[in-house]
């Protein structure tokens, strides 16, 4: 049974920082690219991050490039999204998601999703 955990959300002021936790497992994580997703209330889910297995690439959503890092640690199945910099509009209910492959991209299908984290950004 395939599950991603998320964990690390919270509430936080403008400026501050964040560091969420997508632990995996039942399943081959090597094989997979794992994703970063958000989606606040009346607003389509987003694409934040994406990291691949084979040669660690990274992307990011424009929104979020230069404040987010995603990192991945293939002995703990675990994949992290260090946010930096938040603001207001990082407001949402944070997924991860895992897709079968090696092919990145935010805009593709994914196999597996987890619950979610919540981040609130409010002074």
């Known amino acids: 049974q395939v599950q991603l955990v998320e964990s690390g959300g919270g509430l936080v002021q403008p400026g501050g920082s964040l560091r969420l936790s997508c632990a995996a497992s039942?399943?081959?994580?090597?094989?997979?690219?794992i994703g970063w997703f958000r989606q606040s209330p009346g607003k389509e889910r987003e694409g934040v991050s994406c990291?691949?297995?084979?040669?660690?690439?990274?992307y990011y959503a424009d929104s979020v490039e230069c404040r987010f890092t995603i990192s991945r640690d293939n002995v703990t199945t675990t994949v992290y999204l260090q946010m930096n910099n938040l603001k207001p509009e990082d407001t949402a209910n944070y997924h991860c998601?895992?897709?079968?492959?090696?092919?990145?991209?935010?805009?593709?299908?994914?196999?597996?999703w987890g619950q979610g984290t919540s981040v609130a950004v409010s002074s």
């Open positions: 039942g399943l081959t994580f090597d094989y997979y690219v």
């Open positions: 990291i691949t297995s084979s040669d660690n690439s990274t």
């Open positions: 998601a895992a897709r079968h492959g090696s092919r990145p991209g935010l805009g593709l299908s994914y196999d597996y």
